[in-house]
């Protein structure tokens, strides 16, 4: 039987793949992640939630299937806000001199 080979990504996923500006789809992902989880925890549905951020049912669907290239970062914050959640931003000297400074979310 043969194995199949494979190779090991790197930092993440888009940037392996080759997308343009691959930090800000990292960072988008994990935003969408939060409000998807959010709105798991309080049960609100698809069309709950396109009212709650003015947006349309559809647009919400595809976000949390990972198409959300037409909602900005700033965007994404603005619905954890509408989820009524705080959102700190924090910039801070970079220190680590194995690695290059990057954005997270938390």
Do not use: C, W
Request: glycine share 6%.
């Amino acid at each position: 039987m043969r194995k199949k080979g494979y190779e090991v990504g790197g930092r993440h996923v888009f940037e392996d793949l080759g997308v343009p500006n691959a930090d800000e789809h990292v960072i988008k992902a994990q935003l969408a992640y939060k409000i998807d989880t959010i709105l798991k925890q309080r049960r609100l549905t698809q069309r709950e939630a396109a009212a709650l951020f003015g947006v349309r049912q559809p647009d919400i669907s595809k976000m949390l299937r990972g198409a959300f290239r037409q909602f900005s970062m700033e965007r994404l914050l603005r619905f954890l806000v509408r989820l009524d959640h705080d959102v700190d931003i924090v910039v801070r000297p970079h220190r680590a001199k194995t690695y290059a400074a990057a954005l997270h979310v938390s």
